[in-house]
């Protein structure tokens, strides 16, 4: 069973970058697709970018040009760049396996100030 682990939230003013990090226990990280998850206020969870065992990223249309998705299988960890926030990409973020598969970690907050 796969464990996770985010970090890396924070408030930050609109146009600046954030860095989010997932870490995955187990032994078959390097197995799974990754995706990080979004659960805006008042809204239901989001898919906002996945990752493929491959390398090979996909992303939301509204992410799309700002955020980028990264995985180092040595570290069991995925990461998220977020560049040029806006408001509307506040909430609570999350990774998982993509379909989500594993148990939700508690999440990283974003909070992007206009």
């Known amino acids: 069973q796969v464990q996770l682990a985010e970090s890396g939230g924070g408030l930050v003013q609109a146009g600046r970058s954030l860095k989010l990090s997932c870490e995955a226990s187990?032994?078959?990280?390097?197995?799974?697709?990754m995706g990080w998850y979004r659960r805006a206020p008042g809204k239901q969870r989001e898919l906002v970018a996945g990752?493929?065992?491959?390398?090979?990223?996909n992303y939301a249309d509204s992410v799309k040009g700002r955020f980028t998705i990264s995985r180092d299988n040595a570290k069991n960890t995925v990461y998220l760049q977020m560049n040029s926030l806006k408001s509307e990409d506040t909430g609570v973020y999350y990774c998982?396996?993509?379909?989500?598969?594993?148990?939700w970690g508690q999440g990283t907050q974003v909070t992007v100030s206009s």
């Open positions: 187990g032994s078959y990280f390097s197995r799974y697709t």
């Open positions: 990752i493929s065992t491959g390398g090979n990223p």
């Open positions: 998982n396996t993509l379909p989500s598969y594993a148990r």
